[in-house]
């Protein structure tokens, strides 16, 4: 049986070697696998017709010796509990036994067949340790826990774990549990990672060759982006992928349909959870994704989209016209989109703000799927000033028998153009210099596209 599981681990690591290059090899990025190992008492246990402590060291022996085929990986090893007898119930007994450097995998070895089973259980502090362990230029930092054992200290191993994730420090990593109790074993670590249970040795062997397939290799997706309809048809749309745990870029990718008119096919790391932020107008986010290892992952995000088209009418005079677009009775803003453009949005419901003189609103506008709406104002005309006195003035229009403000006049500026929607208009205001209210004027106008209106205060 065990040559057989050695026979396997070897064939499982080369095909591992081949996949990743042709998966991109995480970018040809290095990865360092830390085994945290259980040295405590309990470790002595029996498991099949040997202790657990010899079976775990044989697996893993001939597991990092074939680890040496694969590149840009470094393995180093921390174990606990394994210096301090139990009696003395010491909660500091780990070490970190071998650090990481290039071809260490003889003296690895060497020093996980010289361990004996002896102390306490500590698996928080083991984790918070391990941190300091992975040197500080950037990597893919795996960490893999073997224990058949619960924690015995005071220490939180799901909150070091979360801790450690989300400052980037290691990506989620693997539990495996020997002989022990599988739904207890699952109610304590599977918060701390992604747990597996070996109630036998032959077990133990598969679920190492697993946990190495998903550190080795990428897995393949492809992100479909949703119409209203549920198919995937929406396309040329940039996506930000994030890790799920420290909310660090992973990807940026611009949504592409490959040759035969489906999504294309990317690579993902199988070991992370992921967010993903589509960039459309305005931008779709789905959470907490968990891409399958060894089979094409298939993520849905709905994304339905139509167009807005802003249009002006004869030649404009101004210099940038844009609308603010907002959804329907919210106030932040969506976007700023110029004139004479054409944007994609999300479907549903718009109020627009043109930022025109006076300003145009146009609440409830409705985007639909894969058409197009078009808002279209008359081109504007122009109000030209000559201000001979300093003035308090400034244009209003009559909406609803209410006068409304349209906008100031500059006191200051002998000669001012205004550019104006088509409309009756009327400049109120007083002369600075004139003491009483009885001397504020009135000066109706009219502005009309394409036309100049000249006035003298």
């Known amino acids: 049986m065990l040559k057989n599981l050695t026979a396997g681990l070897l064939v499982l690591l080369t095909a591992f070697s081949a996949t ?11 990865t360092r696998i ?3 190992l259980d040295g405590s008492g309990s470790m002595s246990a029996q498991m099949d017709q040997e202790d657990r402590m010899t079976i775990a060291k044989r697996i893993m022996t001939k597991l990092i010796d074939s680890l040496r085929v694969v590149e840009n990986l470094e393995v180093g090893l921390r174990v606990f509990g394994h210096t301090v007898p139990i009696t003395r119930k010491d909660c500091s007994d780990t070490k970190l036994e071998v650090p990481f450097t290039p071809f260490n995998h003889k003296e690895l070895i060497t020093k996980l067949n010289a361990i004996r089973p002896l102390g306490y259980t500590l698996i928080a502090k083991s984790l918070l340790e391990s941190a300091n362990d992975f040197p500080a230029d950037k990597s893919r930092n795996i960490i893999i826990l073997i224990t058949d054992g619960l924690e015995e200290c005071d220490g939180d191993p799901c909150a070091v774990s979360e801790a450690l994730q989300k400052k980037g420090i290691i990506l989620r990593p693997f539990i495996v549990g020997i002989g022990a109790n599988s739904e207890q074993f699952r109610a304590a670590y599977n918060c701390v990672g992604r747990f597996f249970n070996a109630e036998n040795e032959q077990e133990f062997g598969k679920i190492l060759g697993v946990i190495m397939s998903q550190v080795l290799n990428n897995t393949t997706c492809q992100v479909n982006l949703l119409d209203v309809n549920g198919l995937p048809y929406e396309t040329n749309v940039p996506m930000t992928i994030y890790d799920n745990a420290s909310g660090m870029v992973v990807e940026n990718w611009v949504h592409t349909m490959n040759g035969k008119g489906v999504p294309d096919t990317v690579y993902l790391d199988p070991v992370r959870k992921y967010d993903i932020t589509v960039h459309t107008m305005p931008p779709v986010h789905k959470k907490n994704i968990e891409v399958i290892p060894g089979r094409h992952n298939t993520i849905g995000v709905p994304a339905p989209q139509g167009d807005m088209h802003l249009k002006i009418g004869g030649v404009t005079k101004y210099d940038r016209l844009v609308a603010i677009v907002r959804r329907n009775g919210e106030m932040q803003t969506v976007n700023v989109q110029d004139f004479n453009t ?3 949005y999300l479907t549903g419901t718009y109020d627009i703000e043109i930022l025109t003189t006076p300003r145009i609103f146009q609440p409830g506008i409705s985007i639909k799927q894969s058409q197009t709406f078009t808002i279209e104002i008359p081109g504007p005309g122009m109000l030209q000033l000559n201000v001979t006195r300093e003035v308090v003035a400034g244009i209003f ?17 002998m000669g001012q153009v205004i550019i104006m929607q088509p409309g009756e208009y009327k400049v109120m205001g007083r002369y600075k210099a004139e003491t009483r209210t009885v001397y504020t004027f009135e000066k109706p106008f009219k502005i009309t596209t394409g036309t100049a209106v000249n006035m003298t205060l």
């Open 20 to 30: 990743t290059a042709s998966a991109q090899a995480n970018k040809a990025q290095k």
């Open 34 to 36: 830390l085994f945290v």
């Open 342 to 344: 054409k944007k994609r």
């Open 397 to 413: 229009r009559t909406v609803n028998n209410k006068l409304e403000w349209v906008c100031d006049i500059d006191p200051n500026k």
